[in-house]
């Protein structure tokens, strides 16, 4: 089974081709545009996207070695994403279904970023997953494909949004996750010691008081202080964010009694977070799932493999199929 999978939720635009549990190709055309605004600009978003799409596709089928007369199946992110976005790539997805009668399936981006887990390891369930993402942090409980329970999520910023937010406060360019992740590895942790938010609470998570005690520690602190100390001011702003995930996600194991576990959306890529999971794992003994690095921001190919899930369960959909911007609870 051979699908095409297309991404357009939020500024990248991007296509894949999977076949037998092979990523053929893997495009991803970014939009540096946003950097300048220090965020995305959805009107711009949308418009990039309209640009690229033809092309990308065109690529990924090319690097793929196919036409779409070999693709059985056009997976689409229908949600959850900037509508203007997401209709870009949905509507695009439509016209090539319907003019070469190729099956239409929708996929919850979300969802996708989990999924993309089993691109490179075996698909087990029961599992527990740490979402970690732009948007989104999320604590599930996944009994079998698709059946999710929500176990916690975050009642503010998503893990991503707070590196981006705080990277901000300290005049890092946008994204800031990977710059802070980048500072931090030359810094000391222990330089600082910020909040822990909600650590010892249940499995939600908030990270909007740790974005305000940053702001004001810069402001007492002082420009240049900041600058001098930055490595470390960095590291220990990490520190903060991924023992509070970390902590999470172990609760999380515990309440369940899973082996299997995994990390999925762009803040899987943190190296700190990474390295705490992989000690967490070995020390217990735990089935660790992290997509490699390629896998953990937006792509298509965690559409495209999430696509044939959804094919091989006979879950596909037709023109009505809808965009939606937020995920129900
Ligand atoms: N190495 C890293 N360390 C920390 N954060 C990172 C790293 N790499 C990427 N990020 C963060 O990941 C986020 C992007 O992830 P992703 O592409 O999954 O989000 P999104 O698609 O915008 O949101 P969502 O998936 O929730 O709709 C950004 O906030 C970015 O700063
Ligand atoms: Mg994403």
């Known amino acids: 089974m051979k699908i ?20 053929l190709s893997n495009i991803i055309a970014s939009q540096a545009i946003h ?17 690229s799409i033809m092309r990308t596709v065109d690529q990924a089928l090319t690097e793929a070695g196919t036409g779409l007369d070999d693709i059985d199946g056009i997976a689409v992110a229908n949600g959850p ?14 016209g090539l279904a319907v003019a070469n009668n190729i099956p239409l399936i929708g996929v919850n981006h979300i969802d996708a970023h989990m999924y993309a887990n089993f691109i490179e390891h075996e698909e087990v369930y029961p599992f527990v997953a740490l979402i970690v993402s732009g948007g989104h942090t999320r604590l599930v409980y996944t009994e079998k494909l698709f059946y999710h329970k929500l176990l916690g999520k975050t009642r503010d910023d ?19 996750g990977p710059v802070v992740d980048r500072l931090s590895r030359d810094g000391d942790g222990s330089f600082h010691q910020f909040p822990r938010s909600m650590i010892d609470n249940g499995l939600d998570f908030s990270f909007s008081g740790l974005k305000t005690s940053v702001l004001y520690y810069v402001q007492d602190a002082g420009e240049k202080f ?13 520190e903060a964010i991924t023992d509070v995930l970390v902590e999470k996600l172990k609760k999380a194991v515990n309440k369940t009694g899973v082996q299997n576990v995994m990390v999925a959306g762009g803040v899987s890529a943190n190296s700190m977070l ?56």
């Open 158 to 176: 998503a893990a991503g949004e707070a590196f981006d937010k705080i990277g901000k406060i300290l005049n890092l360019p946008y994204p800031a």
């Open 81 to 94: 994403g900037l509508m203007g976005s997401l209709l870009v790539g949905l509507s695009f997805a439509k």
């Open 226 to 238: 900041v600058q001098k100390n930055l490595n470390n001011i960095c590291a220990s702003i990490s």
């Open 274 to 329: 990474r390295n705490k999971i992989m000690v967490y794992a070995s020390e217990t003994g735990l089935n660790l799932m992290i997509p490699s690095i390629q896998y953990c921001t937006d792509n298509a190919a965690m559409i495209a493999i999430t696509g044939a899930l959804k094919m091989r369960e006979n879950l596909q959909d037709d023109l009505t199929l809808k965009p939606f911007a937020r995920i129900e609870n």
């Open 4 to 23: 095409l999978g297309i991404e357009s939720s939020c500024d990248e635009t991007a296509a894949s081709v999977y076949a037998d549990r092979k990523i």
């Open 35 to 51: 950097e300048k605004f220090g965020g995305v600009v959805p009107e711009l978003a949308s418009r990039a996207h309209h640009t």
